[in-house]
């Protein structure tokens, strides 16, 4: 069974910085696209950012291009959320996704992570 496991959260002011890691155990990864998606309270889950493990693709929601950069490390199925200049608006749990190839333009994942924390104060 595969498993993804986040980690890298926690409390940063605004316009720091925090690197958010997803490990994924099970299977490789090499052909399979990885999604990031935050979750605030009482809001639904969003997309932030996606990454095609073959082609090394990335996509990017509108509220993160130029601060947030998705990356890869396939030698230890793991993929990176780096954000920076945080604003109090991207408080929420953060989750990484795994799903087939396609999952990168249709938006659909079927594994999850746990999720973490991410906390930026004004």
């Known amino acids: 069974q595969v498993q993804l496991v986040e980690s890298g959260g926690g409390l940063v002011q605004a316009g720091g910085s925090l690197r958010l890691s997803c490990v994924a155990s099970?299977?490789?990864?090499?052909?399979?696209?990885m999604g990031w998606f935050c979750q605030a309270p009482g809001k639904e889950r969003e997309f932030v950012g996606a990454?095609?493990?073959?082609?090394?693709?990335?996509s990017y929601a509108d509220s993160v291009k130029g601060r947030f950069t998705i990356s890869r490390d396939n030698a230890k199925n793991t993929v990176y959320l780096q954000m920076n200049d945080l604003k109090p608006e991207d408080t929420a749990v953060y989750y990484c996704?795994?799903?087939?190839?396609?999952?990168?333009?249709?938006?659909?994942?079927?594994?999850w992570g746990q999720g973490t924390q991410v906390t930026v104060s004004s």
């Open positions: 996704a795994a799903g087939h190839r396609s999952a990168y333009y249709s938006g659909t994942y079927d594994i």
């Open positions: 099970g299977r490789t990864f090499s052909s399979y696209a």
């Open positions: 990454i095609s493990w073959s082609s090394s693709r990335t």
